[in-house]
């Protein structure tokens, strides 16, 4: 695809509620946001938009939206299986706190994550 790396733009879906009622660090959840985003990234190494992502690491675009729960956050990843949209789900300490899209064209990915509020 010839679509230029600054177009794509990686997805991450992070819970909110791991700090505010799990009193996790904020460290510990940015780190969440970095496993998920490394594992989608690996994941989908060979997909041509990962490609052009990584080609132009200067110009990366990441958005990290936010969830309440664990309930949400597999609402989310259900739209997104919906749309067919690719992901990985992160899991620390048997708990699903994280997804990463591989990098999309902002407009691709925009209908299954426009009722999300950033991070």
């Known amino acids: 695809m010839s679509t230029p790396s600054s177009s794509l733009v990686m997805y991450i879906i992070l819970r909110r509620d791991l700090i505010s009622a799990l009193n996790w ?17 690996w994941t989908f190494r060979e997909d041509a938009e990962t490609i052009k992502y990584m080609e132009d690491m200067d110009n990366m ?27 990985r789900v992160w899991v620390e300490d048997g708990m699903r706190v994280a997804i990463a899209l591989k990098p999309y064209p902002k407009n691709t990915a925009k209908d299954a994550t426009r009722q999300l509020k950033l991070f």
């Not at 660090?25 to 990234?41: D, E, I, K, N, S």
């Not at 597999?74 to 919906?82: P, V, W």
């Open 61 to 87: 675009h990441k958005v990290t939206l936010g969830v309440d729960s664990e309930a949400e956050l597999d609402a989310a990843r259900e739209k997104l299986e919906k749309k067919n949209l690719l992901h």
């Open 25 to 41: 660090p904020v460290g510990a959840v940015a780190t969440q946001a970095a496993h998920a985003a490394t594992a989608a990234l």
